[in-house]
Structure formats: structure tokens, C-alpha cells
């Protein structure tokens, strides 16, 4: 059995090597950005979601409100 390894062997490991390592950057920053991006989505969608629940809450004040400017107008 040899016991020297074929420099070719060497050097496509070591290619593999070096392109994992080079790639991890970007692949770190890019899941960063989609993490961030998916945080501001949820964001907004509950902004929305407030603002749709207190137009509700300001529609039963005015008619509350608009109820009780009619009963006072009776009296």
C-alpha cells in the first residue's frame, strides 16, 4: 500500500476547503438579512393588525357617542 498521497488528491481537498470557507460569509450575512426581513414583515403585519382593531374601537365610540348626543337631544 502507498503510503504518499497523489498531489492532485491534495489539492482538490484543499480547493473544497478554501470554497466552503470563502462561501460561509456571505451564506452568514445572507441568512442574516432573511431573518431580518422576515422580523420586519412580522412587524408590519401586526402594525396592521392594531390598526385595524382601533378603527373598530373609534367606530363603538362614535356610535356610543353619537347614541348619546341623540338621547340628551330627546330630553
Given at each position: 500500500m502507498a503510503e504518499t498521497v497523489n498531489g492532485q488528491i491534495?489539492?482538490?481537498v484543499t480547493q473544497?476547503?478554501?470554497k466552503v470557507l470563502g462561501e460561509a460569509p456571505a451564506?452568514?450575512?445572507g441568512m442574516s438579512f432573511q431573518a431580518l426581513?422576515?422580523?420586519i414583515g412580522l412587524a408590519?403585519?401586526?402594525a396592521t393588525?392594531?390598526?385595524g382593531g382601533?378603527?373598530?374601537v373609534a367606530n363603538t365610540a362614535t356610535s356610543s357617542i353619537c347614541a348619546l348626543i341623540?338621547?340628551?337631544a330627546g330630553k
Open positions: 491534495t489539492d482538490a473544497a476547503n478554501v451564506e452568514a450575512v426581513s422576515h422580523a408590519m403585519e401586526n393588525s392594531t390598526q382601533m378603527q373598530q341623540v338621547e340628551q
